[in-house]
């Protein structure tokens, strides 16, 4: 199994950038497909931005494409969102999630293992 956990959230103005992080530990990160999801308050957690495996394939939901971009370095068991142009519906609670499988999936069911999120705040 994999222990996931996320780092560098905090409060930015909207039109800003931010870099979360997921640190894994335990088995290959490379055995995972990883993602980025979010919650907000009242609302269902959502894919935000999804990786393969080697980082060969991304994928993102429409309302952060061209302003968030996902990468991973294997070597060091780190995955990375970074952020730009923020917006205030960005504000949520994001989390790391790691799926036993070469393929990225939207739905939060098929992922196997989550760290504790950290919080991200936009403000207008």
């Known amino acids: 199994q994999v222990q996931l956990v996320e780092s560098g959230g905090g409060l930015v103005q909207a039109g800003g950038s931010l870099s979360v992080s997921c640190k894994a530990s335990?088995?290959?990160?490379?055995?995972?497909?990883m993602a980025w999801f979010r919650q907000a308050p009242g609302k269902e957690r959502e894919f935000v931005a999804g990786?393969?495996?080697?980082?060969?394939?991304?994928d993102y939901t429409d309302s952060v494409k061209g302003r968030f971009t996902i990468s991973r370095d294997n070597d060091k068991n780190m995955v990375y969102l970074q952020m730009n142009s923020l917006k205030s519906e960005d504000t949520a609670l994001y989390y790391c999630?790691?799926?036993?499988?070469?393929?990225?999936?939207?739905?939060?069911?098929?992922?196997?293992?989550w760290g504790q999120g950290t919080q991200v705040t936009v403000s207008s």
């Open positions: 990786i393969s495996r080697f980082g060969g394939v991304t």
């Open positions: 999630a790691a799926k036993i499988s070469r393929a990225i999936d939207y739905r939060t069911s098929t992922y196997n293992y």
């Open positions: 335990g088995r290959a990160l490379s055995d995972y497909a």
